[in-house]
C-alpha cells in the first residue's frame, strides 16, 4: 500500500489477493486516510477490505437485477407505474450510475434540494422520495447497505390543501337530472373559407338508456362513496336488499383486481341508490347477476380511456350546465357520501368502514365536515335526497316520480 503523487490527485495503490487496486482522491490528506483504512482493515481479514474497495451495484443495477424481481413484482399495476413514472423523471437521471453504497445521506438530501430549487412541488418529491425508500429499504434488509439513509432526510414540507368540500343533495340531484336528460351542443359561429357557417346545436347522441346510465352513475357514486375504479368492476350480484359489496376494482386497462385495501367491504344501500339501480337494469335489459352494472358496449370494463372520455364529456357537461364553477371531479363525489353519513351522526370509525379507510384519515379528511353538527344533531339523509330529487326530476323520465313515491 502507498500513495503516490499524481497530475489528476493522489493515488492509493494496494493488493487486494491476486488484483492490484488503486483509488484517486483530490487531496492528499483524503488519500492518507483511505491507506490508512485499508491497512486497518486489512489486519481484521480479507472480507473487511473486500467491503470497502468493492463498488457494488449501482442504484440502477439494484432496481433491475433484485429489487423488481423480489419486491416490484409484489405491487400493484398501478403502483408500479407510478413507481416508473417517478424514478424515470426524478431519480435516474441524477442517482441511476451512483453505487447503493455512496447514497449517503448528504448526498441524498443535496439530491432533494436540487429538486426542490428546479422547482418540483413537495407531493411530486414525496412521490420520488416513496420509491427510492422503497428501494433502500430493500437494500437494507438484503444487507447490501447497513440501513436506509434516505430515513433520515427530513421530507419537504407539505403544500398547503384546500378542504373537500362534498356535493350537497340538491347539487348532486340537479347534475343527476341534467344529466338524465338530453344535453344539445351549441356550435358557435365560423368562417369556413369563404363561407360563414351558423351556429347551431348538435343533437345529444346519447340513447334514453345510456342517458339514464349516467344519472345512476352519479347516484352510485354520491351516495355509495365507491371509487369510479371500484364502480366500474361492479356486478349485478353484488347489488344486494340493503347493502353493497365492495371487493373488485379496475386497472387502467380495464382489468379486474382486488380493491385498494384489498379487503371487501359492505357499503349501505340507501333507498334512492336502491331505486335508481334498480331502474337501470330494467334499462338495461335485465342483465345477470355475473354482468357489470356500467359495463361498455361490448360487456368489459371501463378502462381509464373510457373514464377519462366520460369524465371531459359527459360529466363536465352536466356539471356546467349545473352551474359549477369550478367543475368537481367524479372522485369527489366520494366525499358527499361520507358528509352524508356524519350529518346523519355516523361515528368515525363507521365512516371510514364505508370508505375503506382508516379512522385516523378519515378524521383528517373530514375533520371539518363533522365540526359543522352539533353533538347529537343529525339529519335523515335519505329524506333530503327525496326532497332534492323532487325538485329535479327529469320530464323524461316519468317513471322516477313514482319511485319517489315508493321511497316515501
Known amino acids: 500500500m502507498s500513495v503516490h503523487r499524481q497530475t489528476d490527485g493522489w493515488r492509493v495503490k494496494w493488493r487486494e489477493g491476486s488484483r ?15 491507506d490508512a483504512e485499508v491497512k486497518r482493515r486489512r489486519q481484521l481479514g480479507p472480507l473487511a477490505v473486500q467491503q470497502l474497495t468493492e463498488r457494488g451495484p449501482t442504484l440502477g443495477e439494484w432496481i433491475t437485477q433484485r429489487w423488481s424481481r423480489e419486491h416490484g413484482a409484489t405491487l400493484a399495476k398501478r403502483t408500479r407505474d407510478r413507481y416508473a413514472s417517478s424514478y424515470e423523471l426524478h431519480v435516474a437521471p441524477w442517482l ?10 448528504s448526498r441524498l438530501r443535496a439530491w432533494q434540494a436540487e429538486r426542490t430549487a428546479q422547482g418540483e412541488s413537495a407531493d411530486t418529491i414525496q412521490k420520488a422520495r416513496t420509491f427510492l425508500s422503497s428501494v433502500l429499504r430493500h437494500a437494507a434488509e438484503s444487507e447490501a447497505i447497513p440501513a436506509n439513509p434516505l430515513a433520515l432526510v427530513r421530507a419537504p414540507r ?16 340537479a347534475i343527476r337530472a341534467v344529466l338524465a336528460a338530453p344535453m344539445p351542443v351549441a356550435v358557435a359561429e365560423r368562417a369556413h373559407g369563404t363561407r360563414r ?63 385498494k385495501g384489498r379487503k371487501a367491504r359492505t357499503v349501505r344501500l340507501l333507498a334512492p341508490l336502491a331505486t335508481d339501480l334498480r331502474e337501470w337494469r330494467m334499462a338495461a335489459g335485465r342483465p345477470p347477476d355475473t354482468a357489470l352494472v356500467f359495463p361498455r358496449s361490448d360487456g368489459a370494463a371501463w378502462t381509464k ?9 359527459t360529466w363536465r357537461a352536466g356539471c356546467e350546465r349545473s352551474h359549477l364553477d ?34 385516523a384519515l ?11 353538527y352539533a353533538e347529537g344533531d343529525s339529519i335523515d339523509v335519505e329524506a333530503e335526497i327525496v326532497k332534492a330529487r323532487a325538485e329535479n326530476v327529469p320530464s323524461e323520465f316519468p317513471q322516477w316520480r313514482s319511485g319517489l313515491r315508493a321511497e316515501r
Not at 378519515?362 to 359543522?372: F, I, K, N, P, S
Open 305 to 313: 380511456e373510457d373514464w377519462g372520455n366520460w369524465r371531459s364529456r
Open 158 to 173: 407539505a403544500e398547503h390543501r384546500e378542504e373537500v368540500v362534498p356535493l350537497a343533495p340538491a347539487t348532486v340531484e
Open 20 to 34: 492490484q487496486r488503486s483509488r484517486t482522491f483530490e487531496r492528499k490528506r483524503d488519500a492518507e486516510v483511505w
Open 197 to 259: 357557417c351558423r351556429a347551431y346545436e348538435q343533437p345529444d347522441q346519447r340513447s334514453a338508456a345510456i342517458r339514464q346510465r349516467d344519472a345512476c352513475l352519479v347516484c352510485l357514486l354520491a351516495y355509495s362513496g365507491l371509487r369510479p375504479s371500484e364502480a366500474g368492476a361492479l356486478r349485478w350480484a353484488d347489488v344486494r336488499d340493503r347493502t353493497l359489496l365492495t371487493q373488485r376494482a379496475t386497472e387502467a386497462d380495464g382489468t379486474v383486481k382486488s380493491t
Open 362 to 372: 378519515t378524521l383528517g379528511t373530514y375533520g371539518h365536515v363533522l365540526a359543522e
Open 96 to 105: 441511476d450510475d451512483v453505487p447503493i453504497r455512496e447514497l449517503t445521506v
Open 326 to 359: 369550478p367543475v368537481p371531479r367524479p372522485y369527489d363525489l366520494r366525499h358527499s357520501f361520507a358528509s352524508l353519513l356524519l350529518a346523519e351522526g355516523r361515528t368515525i370509525h363507521y365512516v371510514a368502514a364505508q370508505l375503506g379507510h382508516s379512522p
